[in-house]
Structure formats: structure tokens, C-alpha cells
């Protein structure tokens, strides 16, 4: 059974950081595109970054510059270091795990950042 556990979400102020982190099963994270998506309230899910399995990344234009992807391939863990968060950044953050023609999604974790 694949699981994607996210952790590390919570409230921040506006300017702070967040390190989320996505602990995912071995057997598909050393194959795996892993990627992190967000969903705000009354807004479709959207991409925010994205990390290749030899280490290349992507970044949706409102968070480049400010977040970062990374993954360690001892962990099975993807994260995603957020810095100079701003209000427009609350949302629900989930891990995507993705190989054609499968992809997986984690449950989620809440980043909130008050102005």
C-alpha cells in the first residue's frame, strides 16, 4: 500500500517560515516525481513545485524565489522549505508522488499565515 504522510504545517506570521516534509513509501519514491500542490479555500488545487528523481525542480511563479524543494533518498522524504510566507500563501498543502500512468496523493496538512 502506497502512503504519503505530510507533516510540518501549522500557523505562522506573515514573513515566517515552514518546513514541510513528506514521508513517502519506499518502493515508489527512488522511481517517483514528487511534487507539492496547495488548495486555498474556494480555489482549485495548484501546482506549486516539483522534483525530478535525478534532482531537477520546478516552481509555480507565486513561490519561486521563496520556497524551496528538496528530497533525500535516504529518508524517502520530499520537503518544502517556505520562506517570507505571506497571507496569500494559507492553504491546504499535500505531497503528490507521480510515474505515469500512477499517482498518489498524501492528506494533507494546513499552512495558515496571518498578516
Known amino acids: 500500500q502506497v502512503q504519503l504522510v505530510e507533516s510540518g504545517g501549522g500557523l505562522v506570521q506573515a514573513g515566517g517560515s515552514l518546513r514541510l516534509s513528506c514521508a513517502v513509501s519506499a518502493y515508489i519514491f527512488s522511481r517517483n516525481v514528487m511534487g507539492w500542490y496547495r488548495q486555498a479555500p474556494g480555489k482549485q488545487r495548484e501546482f506549486v513545485a516539483s522534483i525530478s528523481t535525478s534532482g531537477s525542480t520546478n516552481y509555480a511563479d507565486s513561490v519561486k524565489g521563496r520556497f524551496t524543494i528538496s528530497r533525500d533518498n535516504t529518508k524517502n522524504t520530499v520537503y518544502l522549505q517556505m520562506n517570507g510566507l505571506k497571507p496569500e500563501d494559507t492553504a491546504v498543502y499535500y505531497c503528490?508522488?507521480?510515474?505515469?500512468?500512477?499517482?498518489?496523493w498524501g492528506q494533507g496538512t494546513q499552512v495558515t499565515v496571518s498578516s
Open positions: 503528490n508522488s507521480r510515474r505515469w500512468p500512477d499517482e498518489y
